[in-house]
Nanobody, 121 residues
């Protein structure tokens, strides 16, 4: 069994900051890419940021310069530091990871349960 557990969401005023965490646990052999997606009301789910096992990162244009993704491989955890938050950042944020289970031969996508981020004055 593999599980992704997210934390750090909440309500914040425009211009504020939040730090999301996602820890993978279970029978894990290795983790490749990890990332964050979000889905706002009335919009499709979109990639916010991703990070490879080698540390390369990708960001949505809308968050470049404001968000930073990082990971701690020893803790099987990915983080999303969100600064200068805007109301349009309001969404449910989902953690994703490509994981090879112990005894497995290929990576599969796993998802967290989602955490609500609300940016409002």
């Amino acid at each position: 069994q593999v599980q992704l557990v997210e934390s750090g969401g909440g309500l914040v005023q425009p211009g504020g900051s939040l730090r999301l965490s996602c820890a993978a646990s279970g029978s894990i052999f290795s983790i490749y890419a990890m990332g964050w997606y979000r889905q706002a009301p009335g919009k499709q789910r979109e990639l916010v940021a991703a990070i490879t096992s080698g540390g390369s990162t990708n960001y949505a244009d809308s968050v470049k310069g404001r968000f930073t993704i990082s990971r701690d491989n020893a803790k099987n955890t990915v983080y999303l530091q969100m600064n200068s938050l805007k109301p349009e950042d309001t969404a449910v944020y989902y953690c994703n990871a490509d994981i090879i289970r112990v005894g497995g031969s290929y990576a599969r996508h796993y998802w967290g349960q989602g955490t609500q981020v609300t940016v409002s004055s």
